[in-house]
């Protein structure tokens, strides 16, 4: 089972940084699609950042500009850095990892076990 750890969250100021990483048991080659999640108290787990298998990326709105996904193969571990923090982005990140596979036909949907991320204002 692949495995997915979680560090770099913790409480920072509005207007400061803090950077995510999260390292899988296995090469995050194998994953079509890793990213990160964040869920507040009392609402839905919403998209943070997304990269494919190929290096493609896409970003929620709120984090445009701001916040930037990143790899490294090597160290087979994501990262999320996170610029210009906002009180708005207070929550739980998830590590995420989904691999499909077509035959036999299988989604493969890992996921990390969160870390606190609080900006204070």
């Known amino acids: 089972q692949v495995q997915l750890v979680e560090s770099g969250g913790g409480l920072v100021q509005a207007g400061g940084s803090l950077k995510l990483s999260c390292a899988a048991s296995?090469?995050?080659?194998?994953?079509?699609?890793m990213g990160w999640y964040r869920q507040a108290p009392g609402q839905q787990r919403e998209v943070v950042a997304v990269m494919s298998s190929g290096g493609s990326t896409n970003y929620a709105d709120s984090v445009k500009g701001r916040f930037t996904i990143a790899r490294d193969n090597t160290k087979n571990t994501i990262y999320l850095q996170m610029n210009s923090l906002k009180p708005e982005d207070t929550a739980v990140y998830y590590c995420?990892?989904?691999?499909?596979?077509?035959?036999?036909?299988?989604?493969?949907?890992?996921w990390g076990q969160g870390t606190q991320v609080t900006v204070s204002s």
């Open positions: 296995g090469s995050i080659l194998s994953a079509n699609v």
């Open positions: 995420n990892a989904k691999r499909t596979v077509l035959y036999p036909a299988y989604n493969y949907d890992y």
